[in-house]
């Protein structure tokens, strides 16, 4: 069970004790309209596994060109820990509660296609760098500790 779960298994002990009357009738209507925010909460701060981790759907990603998730796990989301912490969570239970990770990715064999490139390209790009001395490489390729007689 990982943090989203615990919450959303208190919100339903404390949906259950509303409906054993275990509230004053003053105070069911608001213990009900809370649950109710509660739940939306935890509809927004799911996990989302894309393969690549197993991140809070709902904390946004950092904005750069490749977007990696604000929040890299939904166990560390802020949103789910506050509500958790309303929820009377202990460090102890916290502690105790899953992490959930990615599967494990499995590597991809090129298509048909990929081998045609990768054997044309590959032959003509070894041919090229057999024949071309490495004293004649491009200054930009070079770098600042560039020795000529490298062989």
Known sequence: MDLHAWIAAQVVHVEALIDENEFPPSQAEAVRLRCEADRRVLARHCSVDDGYSVACDGCGYDGSC????????????????????????????????????????????????????????????????AATPISDAPAAVRGPNWKADAS
């Open 66 to 129: 490749c977007p990696e998730p604000a929040t890299e796990n939904v166990s560390d989301c802020p949103e789910l820990l506050d509500l958790a912490h309303a929820h009377g969570i202990t460090a102890e239970i916290l502690a105790s509660l899953d992490r959930p990770r990615p599967p494990k990715r499995q590597p991809v064999e090129p298509g048909p296609l990929g081998n045609a490139v990768a054997d044309a390209w590959g032959a003509a790009l070894l041919a090229t760098l």
